[in-house]
């Protein structure tokens, strides 16, 4: 998306676990969000579940070069880090080996891949067609505000 004066080359919605259950969604995006809930269920320490308040989570990203999708990731983290409650998660989703390097830079812990071999991954996406090629290279991360 562009104009004459500005192109937008990324975007990041980050919405609290709360309000990402409260998208109301037709068809195979409620499948999807139903997918993805399960996978943040399986990341964040169930103490935590109770009080989804204080997990966040980086949904929709996406960038069309990789400086882009750093200083998107970067900006929010620093922004949770700052405003968030202590004891706080932020999980964001990536794809590509160099993001692992980023994220764990910025002190993420990668949690689970689609190719985590475990019984019944949560965060397996061919469970919702994606391509086993494309689903093994999905994992997710976090980031706790201690």
């Not at 259950?21 to 995006?29: A, C, D, E, S, V």
């Not at 990536?94 to 993420?108: A, C, I, Q």
């Not at 949560?122 to 991360?141: E, M, T």
């Amino acid at each position: 998306m562009q104009s004459e004066k500005w192109k937008i080359v990324g975007s990041n919605l980050v919405l609290s676990q709360t309000d990402l259950y409260n998208l109301i969604t037709p068809g195979r995006m409620n499948t999807l969000l139903d997918f993805m809930l399960g996978c943040y269920c399986a990341v964040v320490p169930q103490s935590l579940q109770a009080n989804r308040s204080n997990v966040y989570i980086s949904h929709l990203r996406r960038a069309d070069f990789r400086l882009a999708n750093h200083a998107l990731v970067e900006e929010t983290t620093r922004w949770f880090l700052r405003d968030s409650p202590l004891g706080s998660y932020h999980l964001v989703w990536s794809t590509s080996p160099e993001m692992n390097v980023f994220l764990t830079s910025l002190n993420y812990t990668r949690n689970l891949c689609g190719s985590t071999i475990m019984n019944r991954n949560p965060c397996d996406w061919k469970r919702v067609g994606l391509s086993a090629r494309l689903a093994n290279q999905q994992c997710i991360y976090s980031i706790r505000k201690i």
